[in-house]
């Protein structure tokens, strides 16, 4: 009788040892995400000195979304086909870019040009005339006109300087 117990009771532990280990394994994919959290946190915490600098640009910046943008804000002055030629832009003093200069938009890289249109020209040391635009158009929207600039008006990439 007395073995018929501690069997029992062997078998107990054994199946308590069996649940537990099978508790156990539960947090573990909880713990394996705390990084990837902490992760985010630190993006967060970064986030206000590197608003600074631009997203990257997204592989889905869409051109044709980019365009209509372009058409509502910044062809006044830069003109419906970008060529700097904008009834805004006549009377300025420099003259609206011409954004289908290819050789000039080369020289400058995607964060170059994002800066320029989200923070203004007087951010990146050309005219204070050209406002910045981070207040009327999203992070996506910005470079979806940069995805418009280098598809349609300069059909260019940076190249360097
Ligand atoms: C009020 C008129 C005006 C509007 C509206 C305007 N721009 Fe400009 N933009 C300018 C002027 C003027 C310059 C030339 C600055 C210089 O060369 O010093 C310029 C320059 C630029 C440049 C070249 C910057 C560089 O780094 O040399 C880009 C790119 C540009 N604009 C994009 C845009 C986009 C995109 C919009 C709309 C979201 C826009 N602009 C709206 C006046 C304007």
Not at 9 to 30: H, I, V, W, Y
Not at 67 to 83: L, N, P, V, W
Not at 99 to 107: A, G, K, N
Not at 111 to 124: C, H, M, N, Q, T
């Amino acid at each position: 009788m007395n073995t018929l117990i501690s069997w029992l009771m062997t078998l107990c532990f054994f199946a308590l040892l069996f649940l537990l280990s099978c508790e156990e394994e539960k947090p573990a994919p909880a713990k394996r995400e705390a990084p990837a959290v902490k992760t985010e946190e630190v993006k967060e915490t970064i986030e206000p000195e590197s608003a600074k600098l631009p997203a990257a640009p997204s592989p889905q910046a869409d051109p044709a979304m980019g365009k209509e943008k372009f058409t509502a804000f910044c062809s006044t002055c830069h003109g419906e086909s970008g060529k700097g030629d904008g009834p805004a832009g006549a009377a300025l003093e420099p003259k609206p870019r011409d954004l289908t200069d290819s050789v000039y938009i080369s020289t400058l890289s995607d964060d170059r040009l994002y800066k320029g249109i989200a923070e203004g020209g007087a951010s990146v040391g050309k005219s204070p005339i050209m406002p910045g635009w981070k207040n009327a158009l999203s992070k996506e929207e910005i470079w979806n006109v940069i995805a418009y600039i280098r598809t349609d008006l300069c059909k260019c990439s940076y190249t360097g300087n």
